[in-house]
């Protein structure tokens, strides 16, 4: 007599890892705050090179405001949160904000 298996029905095994949504933080021009404050700003609180943060500081300035980090949503706000409360001890109204990321 043969030996009996037991045959289990196929499963689907296979998984879809999603990415977390990615989103954008977006610095706006205003009247007040120095461009040396924005260029120290993008070196130290996003890691930019001096090139990098005089680039960005000039497209906020020409253009009215320029995305200058793409992140997880946590961290975006957490930007958000950082740059205000960098800015306003110094008298300046800067300001971040987010939206999804194409």
Not at 21 to 43: A, E, G, Y
Not at 55 to 69: F, I, P, T
Not at 80 to 87: K, P, R, T, V, Y
């Amino acid at each position: 007599m043969a030996p009996t298996s037991t045959l289990e029905p196929a499963q689907d095994t296979e998984r879809t890892t999603k990415l977390a949504p990615r989103w954008s933080v977006i610095l706006h021009n205003d009247p007040i705050t120095t461009m040396d404050f924005v260029t120290d700003l993008l070196r130290t609180l996003f890691h930019k090179s001096q090139a990098d943060a005089v680039r960005l500081m000039y497209e906020v300035h020409n253009s009215g405001s320029a995305v200058v980090e793409i992140t997880s949503l946590e961290r975006a706000e957490l930007y958000c949160e950082q740059i205000a409360s960098l800015a306003r001890p110094r008298g300046f109204p800067l300001v971040a904000t987010l939206e999804p990321a194409d």
